[in-house]
């Protein structure tokens, strides 16, 4: 949070990915990576506001 914060909306941001993996972490690991891989596709993310409304958006910028 900042100064800002009270003038801002609240969103929860989910991107999922099925993974398969020798453990937990590996999972978490490889997700990790490849979310921040600079030519993943992995830029859906499911957006929910304090109503429950739930967008997708997609930040591909090839597909904007």
Known sequence: ??????????????????????????AAKESLKIQRDPDSVATIFDVTDDNGVTTEIDLNPEWA
């Open 1 to 26: 949070h900042n100064e800002w914060s009270i003038f801002m909306a609240n969103y929860r941001v989910k991107w999922e990915i099925d993974i398969e993996a020798d453990s937990p972490e590996e």
